[in-house]
């Protein structure tokens, strides 16, 4: 395997799927970035005309891009992977700190998801949560977390791995393990 997709990927691990939080997480910055475009046509009430109208305009967009890009960043460059071999969790925390939590899927017990309330349901994000051996590891406001968890089980089901309690029929009947109860 000739292509890597991320830092610490290892020689015979092939990427399966790749996930973010929901854009939703932005939010604070975003607002943060439309009131200073606000604040910056302010002094166009002053002094009405228009070159003070376009240099407010401009300047409240510099300094809302400056104040939303810590927001977008963390966003963006917390990342999940999920590969034949792993779960990886890469979170992005302001600038300057990162932190990565990286389980053997053979140490996944149980995949859930839970939508809580009326905003997550209508602007569909959730929280998954992976009990492994060690304990939970729970990932808030993921985008679609039904088709996420239902991805996680079938790649664990492909990797040969049974979560306990996940159904394990084929064909729409639905067995549990007996052995695990």
Not at 10 to 26: A, S, T
Not at 53 to 68: E, Q, S
Not at 141 to 161: F, K, M, N, W, Y
Request: aromatic share 10%; with cysteine.
């Amino acid at each position: 395997m000739s292509d890597k997709y991320f830092a610490d990927q290892l020689e015979n691990e092939e990427v399966l799927l790749v996930f973010r939080k929901h854009p939703m997480v932005m939010r604070r910055g975003l607002i943060i970035g439309m009131v200073c475009l606000m604040l910056g046509v302010i002094p166009s009430l002053i002094k009405p005309e228009y070159n003070v109208l376009f240099l407010g305009f401009a300047v409240g967009f510099v300094v809302g891009l400056i104040l939303y890009s810590p927001s977008w960043i963390s966003w963006f460059y917390s990342v999940f992977i999920v590969t034949d071999q792993r779960f990886i969790q890469i979170t992005q925390k302001g600038l300057f700190h990162r932190s990565v939590v990286d389980i053997g899927l053979n140490q996944i017990q149980m995949v859930n998801y839970e939508v809580a309330g009326i905003q997550a349901t209508l602007l569909g994000y959730g929280t998954i949560i992976i009990q492994t051996y060690m304990g939970d590891l729970i990932v808030h406001e993921v985008h679609h977390p039904a088709r996420t968890q239902q991805a996680l089980l079938s790649i664990l089901r492909d990797e040969g791995i049974v979560p306990v309690g996940a159904p394990v029929g084929k064909g729409g009947e639905v067995e549990y393990d007996e052995s695990t109860e």
